[in-house]
Structures are given as structure tokens and as C-alpha cells.
């Protein structure tokens, strides 16, 4: 199999000194579909800002298609060829939809990036409507992205991704914050597209959705390493290492896929308030 991403020994340090990733060696394949779990400040995000070309590794190497990225090749060079494959291959969906929208409208929003691209208005129409009926926000489609609900925020933000048909799909936290209906239907999109042979990988803390829309699993430790890199079946069950890695906590039980919390009878427990999530 094809790996299209390759960290070896990657380590990174914000500002020189801020340990978000430690020596993290791991390989994604084309056509995977990876959730990346974690606590909080873990380092999920930074992985996934590695992938996306965004920072580079302290110390390590990254490969992505067979070239290595580095700040010399990928960001010094002006008109850099591989700099331009590599951002029509990878979409990323940041966590934060408001950093991503930026146009007056959701229609010149998801137009933006093909535009961007010289690729010719009429084609660039037929995209945008396409991706705005295929994520069912065609009556959207004049508003400001700013006035929009979160779940309807997340779903533009997802369509100026999809419409430039990457490869690959990063994804930080998309979840969060959707009600439950949106996060299904999130869940059936990005099914649909590992079925469509995307490459799709999510960094997430929800772990009832991390075997719906993964086959593999990476556990970020609190000390930023690789704690496990599994089935996600396995890591799910892994029970001592989900509340070591700070994913459940002690009285959270692991039943089949979901992960749901269990109310103690005993008193004690009750008294000390355990059962905030
Ligand atoms: P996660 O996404 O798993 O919550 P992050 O990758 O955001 O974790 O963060 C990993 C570590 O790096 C944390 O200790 C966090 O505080 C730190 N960090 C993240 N972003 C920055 C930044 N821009 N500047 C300094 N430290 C950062
Ligand atoms: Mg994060």
C-alpha cells in the first residue's frame, strides 16, 4: 500500500520550548480513514497542522507523496509546483469555523478557493452548486457566513473543502459542538467519502463516533507521544489506556462501541460528584 504521509521521529515545539508533539513516527496509507484521539493539548492538532503543511517538524522528518517537507521547500520557494499539488490534494477543516469563513456570502465563500485556482467561473457555478446541494445547503446560499448557526457554519466550511475534491480530508474536532442530528449526518458524509476512496483523518475526543468514521486509531498521550496506533475496535476496548490517555474517566465503562458513563450505586462516589463528565 501506498503511504502518502510518512513522520519519522517527528518532534515539535511551539516557540521553541512549547512540547505539543514528541517523537511521533507513523505512516497513513491512501484511502485510510484514521481518527487521531487525545486529551486536551495533547497534540492532535498540531498533527494535524504537520499534515497540512502548516508547521514543520522541530526535529524529525515528514514526507508527504514522497517529498519531504521542510520550511526551505515548501514555504521559501515562490511558485513552488509541489507546494501547489500538495494544496489541491489535502483539504483541512479547522476546528474553528469563523477562522475559516471569511466572504459576505456562502456562495462567493465556497467559490473562493476554485476561483483562487483560475479554474473558469462557469465551471467554478457548477461546483459550488454542486457541493451546496450534495451538503443540503442550497438555501444558504446568499447568506453571510458569519449569521449562520454552528452545525450550518461546520457544513460550509466542510463544502469550501470538498469543492476543490482533495484526496485527502483533515479534520480537527468537527463534531464538537453539532447537535446530534448534524453530528450524524457528519458521521454518514464522512463514511461516504472513505467509501468515495478519500483519505480521511479526524482528530477527535468524541469517542462514540471514532469507529463509525475510522478503521484506525492513534492515541496522543499527555506526554505528546503515540501512546497506541491500532485497530479502533482494540484502542476502544483498550479501557486502562483510555483513562490513562484522560478519554474516560474511572467511571465511564466501555460497552460494545459506545462508551457510556455508569452510575455507581455506591455512596461514596455520589458524595466526591464523580459523574461530571
Ligand atoms: P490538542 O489539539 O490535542 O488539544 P494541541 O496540538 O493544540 O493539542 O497542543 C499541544 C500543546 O501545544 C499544548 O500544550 C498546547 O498548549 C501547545 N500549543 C498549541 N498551540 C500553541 C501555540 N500556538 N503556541 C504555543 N503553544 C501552543
Ligand atoms: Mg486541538
Known sequence: MEAIFDLRNVSYSYVGKILALKDVSLKINRGE???????????????????????????GEFYAFNNQITEEVFDAIKDNEFRS?????????????????????VFEEIAFGPLQLNIPPREVRTRVEDVLEMMEISKLRDRSPHTLSGGEKKKVCIATVLVNNPDVLLLDEP?????????????????????????????????????????????????????????????????????????????????????HEHLHDHEEEHKHGHLTA
Open 175 to 259: 463534531s464538537a459542538g453539532l447537535d446530534p442530528r448534524t453530528q450524524l449526518w457528519l458521521v454518514e458524509l464522512l463514511q461516504d467519502l472513505g467509501h468515495a476512496g478519500k483519505t480521511v483523518i479526524t482528530a477527535t475526543h468524541d469517542l462514540e463516533i471514532i469507529d463509525m468514521i475510522s478503521k484506525r486509531a492513534i492515541v496522543m498521550g499527555e506526554d505528546h507521544r503515540v501512546k497506541m496506533d491500532d485497530d479502533a475496535k482494540t484502542v476502544l476496548c483498550d479501557y486502562e489506556l483510555l483513562i490513562a490517555s484522560n478519554l474516560i474517566h474511572e467511571h465511564m465503562h466501555v460497552h460494545g462501541k459506545l462508551v
Open 85 to 105: 499539488y500538495f494544496r489541491t490534494k489535502v483539504g483541512f477543516v479547522f476546528q474553528n469555523s469563523d477562522v475559516q469563513l471569511f466572504s459576505p456570502t
Open 33 to 59: 480513514r484514521v481518527s487521531i484521539i487525545g486529551s486536551n493539548g495533547s497534540g492532535k492538532s498540531t498533527l494535524l497542522a504537520i499534515l497540512n503543511g502548516l508547521v514543520y517538524p522541530t526535529s
